[in-house]
């Protein structure tokens, strides 16, 4: 029988790799003084940025497992919905985000 044991260097690794963020996140938030620094930046994004960063959100590990499993467990009429989202959600969360901008 085969035991798989999580091991002395894989803790080592895990717990390095959440006293990095740690620090990470300790050193990046004496650096913001207000709300509007935490949630918008400050300003200081430009709007390619932000479209790239919204855009890189619907992309993940997931999506490269769950489109063609559900294209293969189904036909393709969900894939209609997905650009439909792509060309109007845009358009919605921008006139949200002006709306209550500056």
Request: aromatic share 18%; no cysteine; glycine share 10%.
């Amino acid at each position: 029988m085969i035991t798989h044991s999580f091991g002395i260097v894989n803790y080592l690794v895990l717990f390095g790799y959440l006293l990095a963020m740690m620090l990470v996140g300790v050193y990046f938030s004496r650096r913001q003084k207000t709300a509007d620094d935490y949630f918008r930046g400050g300003g200081r994004v430009p709007g390619w940025a932000a479209g790239v960063s919204v855009f890189a959100t619907t992309l993940s590990s997931i999506t490269f497992m769950s489109i063609p499993a559900k294209a293969f467990t189904s036909d393709w009429t969900f894939i209609i919905g997905q650009y439909l989202a792509i060309a109007i959600l845009p358009l919605v969360f921008i006139s949200i985000f002006r709306f209550f901008g500056n």
